[in-house]
């Protein structure tokens, strides 16, 4: 079997800087830091960080006086602050590019906009975002979600860090014949566009492609989707344990791509149990 | 033969307002004011205001200390300095929802964005819309002409008044993966988009459309091209001269349109000559 890895994969910088502050912040009784929900969106990861003093919490009651510290999806600020109120002392390792997002959805805001934003209404990086708008956002899966607009004539439009640029093209096609004006910021990272480009590349010369990362990692999910629009056969596994030999041919040439919050010892560890089948 | 005529058709608010308010200037040796370029894009129509003294000039040269009224299309800014110059009287007829597309793109270039405009380059409201951008201003025709944009962050979009909706939409479809920020002033004016869908829906009900109206019209000749599209037949005329009894069989039904710049008149006997045949 002969394996080939995506030219781009695995940790991006917004997830390698969240996990090197993580790892600077000081023990104290063992724990580094407590963070409003999993730093990363990846379940292995997050285990080892787990060991290493770093623990998720759901919100913050029963943290006052504690360290937090926020993940790389962000958060609303009305979280930042209510952990203001409770006293904690806040570690911020939100994701520079997510920044970005929550910066241009606050301006377009208080400018005046329609805030619309083109991601997954549950994820914390949206909820984040819309907290930036003060609540006042339209979330959009894709361009079939864009309603009437009959009343609206100003749209501000912001992307999910991680979603894929043709949707969102798609949907500033939809909007703009309905309005006097569209102001769009591509707020879409470009680790996300260069692992999709190199996944969908890879996709096109080999026989499977395995797509490693957190099943709820959106970008990772989003990865997986168009390996299997690219190849005859792509896999999703959060670890090497789930790779079945039976999904390859003796002589296929086998694809690997990783998610952004996928460390390298998951991708490694893949590698091997691929070359030793 | 059985006529009919599209919902909306001919002259639009700011066609008939440049008429009006040419037609309320005091006549001095038989001349009203003097034209840059043709008050609106019907040759019939500035054959018929010649004889009641607007008469068209192609520049400012010969016409110091004169009345110089501005087309419904606009001009540049260069030319209303000149004619202040030459002391002459400004009858401003731009087009209201031409001067918002000037202002867009005046608002645009002040405010750092590269401008692009979708339109025809040599067309005089586009030459306008330009000249409000200081000059600085890339003229797209369509998606297929969007250059690359590597050094390019921030653009602003604003379309001449005329075109497709469609074409507009796609140019931003093809912009927004490619920057960080783009503003779009969707400047297409209702009279364009109302006459566009009403001539499509009739073309889809008849046998043959007629679409009436200057052969230099951008808005006239974009409405023959949606009608071919359309309908099995279409004919762009001028005049009710023009149309050949050939072009129909006994029992067709006939649909009539005219662009924004057609006369009633005209409109009138082009019906005439239908209902006669």
Known sequence: MNVKIAGHAGFCYGVKRAVDIAMNIEKNNG????????????????ELLKKEGLMPVDDLEGCKGKKIM???????????????????????????????????????????????????????EIKGIVGF???????????????LLEDIHRIGLVAQTTISENIFAKVTRKIVPEVKELRVFNTICSATKNRQISAVN??????????????????????????SQ???KAYHVETSEEIDPEWFLKDDTVGVTAGASTPD????????????I
Chains 1, 2 share one sequence.
């Open 133 to 147: 708008a003060k609540g006042n956002a339209t979330v959009l899966k894709d361009e079939n979600e864009v309603p």
């Open 31 to 46: 724990i580094r830091a407590y963070t409003l929900g999993p730093l990363i969106h990846n379940p292995q990861m997050v």
């Open 230 to 232: 690219a190849c005859k």
């Open 202 to 227: 890879l996709s096109n010369k080999v026989d499977v492609m395995i797509v490693a990362g957190g099943r709820n990692s959106a970008n990772t999910t989003r990865l997986a989707e168009l390996c």
């Open 265 to 276: 010892w998951i991708v490694k560890e893949v590698v091997g149990k691929l070359i030793k």
């Open 70 to 124: 926020i993940r790389t999806h962000g958060t609303a600020p009305a979280n930042i602050v209510k952990a203001k109120e409770y006293k904690c002392s806040i570690i911020d390792a939100t994701c520079p590019y997510v920044k970005k997002a929550q910066k241009a959805a606050e301006k377009l805001y208080m400018e005046g906009y329609a805030v619309f934003i083109v991601g997954e209404s549950d994820h914390p």
